[in-house]
């Protein structure tokens, strides 16, 4: 298993004092911050890609029907423009 040493002195007395107040160990209070961090980042990943897919899906509803992404009217056989 791999190994973490943290050799910042602020933070090393950051940890103690939140082992303190969790009455836990500074590797149980280190664990706890770093679930609770990693597990609010990937809500608000997840409400941000949400968000997107909600726009998404409002924009889609905006294009005409019929529409289509075929633009080979633009351009030759060759993929150059006309």
Known sequence: ???LNIKNAALIAEAKELAA???TTAT???RAAVQEK???TKEARARKVA???EIGERASKLVPP???SDHSDLY???GLPR
């Open 1 to 3: 298993m791999g190994q």
């Open 21 to 23: 107040l969790l009455r």
């Open 28 to 30: 149980g209070a280190v």
């Open 38 to 40: 990693l597990a609010a």
């Open 51 to 53: 968000a997107i897919m």
């Open 66 to 68: 019929g529409t289509t």
């Open 76 to 78: 030759d056989e060759h």
